[in-house]
């Protein structure tokens, strides 16, 4: 079966912040991307697997504590990410707790006011 999710756009202020913050929260680098007149931030991903961007977004959308809640992979390192939250501008709402079967998150406020969930399959 495929994933269901197969991209995500992710609403920012500053998108060098934005880049910056989620480069130390991600396992790899948040690449700055764009073309003649438009740029973005592309989310660390490998060959056709799911993934997403950073974009400044236009008056039909910004920024949000509400609505959907991403889940980003912080597998093997969601302490490290927790703090990497910290240390760039985010602030943590939900501090690292058990979902039941299904592992483990943080829900964080990213540089830009984004509510995420950071997650892993074990702490």
């Excluded at 948040?30 to 974009?55: I, K, N, Q, T």
């Excluded at 504590?65 to 985010?90: C, F, K, M, S």
């Amino acid at each position: 079966m495929s994933n269901q999710f197969v991209w995500v756009d992710i609403p920012v202020v500053d998108l060098d912040r934005a880049i910056a913050f989620y480069s130390s929260v991600l396992t790899g680098t948040v690449s700055r991307e764009g073309g003649p007149g438009f740029f973005f931030g592309l989310l660390p991903h490998a060959d056709h697997g799911v993934s997403g961007c950073l974009y400044q977004p236009g008056p039909d959308n910004a920024p949000s504590r509400h609505g959907p809640l991403i889940y980003l992979n912080a597998t093997g390192r969601l302490r490290e990410a927790v703090q990497a939250v910290q240390d760039h501008g985010g602030s943590v709402i939900q501090a690292v707790h058990q979902i039941g079967e299904h592992g483990w998150r943080a829900i964080v406020i990213d540089s830009e006011g984004n509510r995420i969930a950071l997650h892993a399959p074990t702490v």
